[in-house]
């Protein structure tokens, strides 16, 4: 099963979207993460569950999706999480009840609020989350987290790829496929050295020894 879920930021290239969509080999189960409820029926979606504490959910959407029988899970305005959390926690826990892998997509993480917009890319890294395998959807670019010992990296040769450490320095970097190598270095937290890389091959590799990377793959030359 593949999970996917809405924040409430914007939403573009939905055509793109659909596409990546419809290319998913595995049942979904796809959840509202309060106002970005609304975006399932642009994407010919149907939620199974609606979460948060309902302050951005359009009324006429809230309104069809309870006559459509979509259980709501309701919070107070007043809590610790955002919605997007609360919902990124109710799919993993979702996929654990039933011993299953966690892949989660995410889309509309990005918005008008640039300390939202942040705080769901960190997301990734909570650590009651460390077991999913979260992506982050925006048109054709993919984000996601690697961590030690390190992965693969697929596309089309001339890709740009980028190497974002995240709460520290990753150690010891290699990598294999990238048109500016990385040979046992560092990547310094804070510095963007590992913007805009490039793919030189199909099938890269990263390797390291500590820390953790956001790797964003965006089709093209940026």
Known sequence: MIYIVFANGDLQDVPILRQRIAALDEPL???GADGGSRY???LDLDLDRVIGDMDSILPDVREGLESQGVPFDVYPPEKNETDLELSLLH??????ERHQPCRVIVLGTVGDRLDMTLANMLLLT???LSHIQGELWRGSQTAWLMRPPGGPITGEVGDTISLIPLGGDAQSVYTHG???RLQNEP????P???VSNVLSDRN??????????????TPGRA
Do not use: M, P, T
């Open 29 to 31: 189960y796809v959840v």
């Open 40 to 42: 399932a029926a642009q």
């Open 91 to 96: 799919v993993s826990s979702h996929a654990a």
């Open 126 to 128: 909570h650590d009651r």
């Open 178 to 180: 990238l048109r500016y």
């Open 187 to 190: 990547l310094r937290f804070g």
């Open 192 to 194: 963007a050295r590992g």
């Open 204 to 217: 890269a590799h990263i390797r390291f020894k500590d820390g953790i990377l956001l790797v964003v793959h």
